[in-house]
């Protein structure tokens, strides 16, 4: 699964202005401090912390939700907020999700969606598993920025854009969080146990990444009392395209080493994905590739997602490198296992290697620096 590290894949930014676009990124790279296009997004200067339970009084006492899932949308994302979607309708409450036009195939027939149909006017928006609203997506999503009343979250980037924020920054996934939420309501069903194990799983790596934690078992546990998840595992996390293996083996040959083998960046490029005949379905599982190699502590994959358009993902061993800090520098974030960034202003593939590896490097040798001074 794609960002199933739980990856805070940001968008970059939205910038009007050419020019404060090339002046924050260069600033990124080139390392002047740089409050990365935050300005140009709300920001709840009143935001209220909520515990799960004081979301449960505060949904029961409200209708008629909204449920936003990010750009790009992940098992996380996509599996919370059809659980709660479910909860919130066995609580006698109207709830619908946002269409998400990124939904790839990988979810079809594994998830209930259920889209918010046309012309229904919310009176509650809640945003599932997203940072930053620089993570909605494109489209009619854009017309909810700064109406987000509650997030819920577990990435310790979040930018507290919502008037109501519960976030769990040791949850390996939002999952985690909405399990709370679905059984405090009291209505956790086989449904709504399978998207929440879909939202867990996906984004732990199926529990092998270091955001996992003991109480991600236990949800996990008592997720399987409620439904069969053979088919889930098998589905997610052991079966491959021959196109996404097409794709592996083209990184693989792109990848580049360097500090004895620690650290490697690779690309895929639109040709290659062309070549393949491939799609984003085929490529989610790219980025978790290169760090399963031996003895590599980080590892960056950049896709290049139109002409130009470069995405980056990190992942890292944090105690080597921060994932997110590197991502910092180039406008993005996620956690410090894992993060990603898409680069804001348009660049070669080549141009994006040059600016990944300076921020690595940035980080790694400051951070050696750091702690042995
Ligand atoms: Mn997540």
């Not at 505060?58 to 599996?79: K, S, Y």
């Not at 491959?240 to 690779?266: P, T, Y």
Request: glycine share 8%; charged share 20%; proline share 4%.
């Amino acid at each position: 699964m794609g960002e199933m590290s739980g990856e805070n894949v940001q968008k970059g930014s939205l910038f009007s202005l050419q020019e404060s676009a090339r002046l924050a990124f260069f600033g990124a790279c080139f390392g002047f401090s740089s409050s990365f296009a935050s300005s140009h997004f709300h920001i709840c200067p009143n935001e209220v912390t909520m515990t799960e339970q004081q979301v449960i009084t505060w949904l029961l006492e409200r209708d008629n939700f909204l449920l936003l899932t990010h750009v790009r949308p992940d098992g996380d994302t996509l599996g919370s907020a059809s659980a709660l979607c479910r909860s919130l309708n066995k609580a006698g409450k109207t709830a619908y999700l946002l269409r998400n036009p990124g939904v790839t195939r990988t979810f079809d027939g594994w998830l209930t969606l259920p889209w918010a149909p046309d012309g229904w006017e919310p009176e509650h928006v809640i945003a599932v598993d997203i940072a930053t609203e620089k993570l909605f997506p494109d489209g009619e999503q854009q017309k909810y920025l700064g109406k987000t009343e509650l997030c819920i979250d577990h990435h310790p980037s979040n930018e507290h854009y919502a008037q109501n924020l519960c976030l769990d920054p040791e949850a390996a996934a939002a999952g985690e969080v909405v399990y709370t939420i679905c059984k405090g309501l009291g209505n956790l069903d086989e449904e709504m146990a399978k998207a929440l194990y879909i939202a867990i799983s996906t984004d732990c790596g199926c529990f092998v990444y270091s955001n996992t934690r003991p109480q991600s078992h236990r949800i996990a546990a008592e997720l399987m009392e409620l439904a069969d998840m053979s088919a889930i595992n098998k589905h997610f996390f052991q079966t491959k395209s021959s196109k996404e293996l097409g794709l592996q083996s083209r990184l693989m040959n792109s990848l580049a080493f360097f500090e004895d083998g620690k650290v490697c960046i690779g690309t895929v490029t639109v040709a290659d994905k062309a070549a393949l005949n491939a799609d984003e379905s085929d490529c989610e599982e790219l980025s978790s590739f290169a760090a399963t190699i031996e003895g590599v502590l980080c590892a960056a994959t950049i896709r290049e997602l139109e002409p130009n358009q470069c995405k980056v993902s990190l992942r890292t061993t944090p105690s080597y490198a921060n994932a997110n800090h590197i991502c910092n520098r180039m406008g993005g974030g996620g956690h410090p296992a894992a993060s990603g960034a898409t680069l804001p202003y348009p660049t070669t593939v080549e141009e994006a290697r040059k600016i990944v590896y300076q921020a690595i490097f940035h980080i790694i040798k400051g951070e050696a620096l750091a702690s042995n001074p």
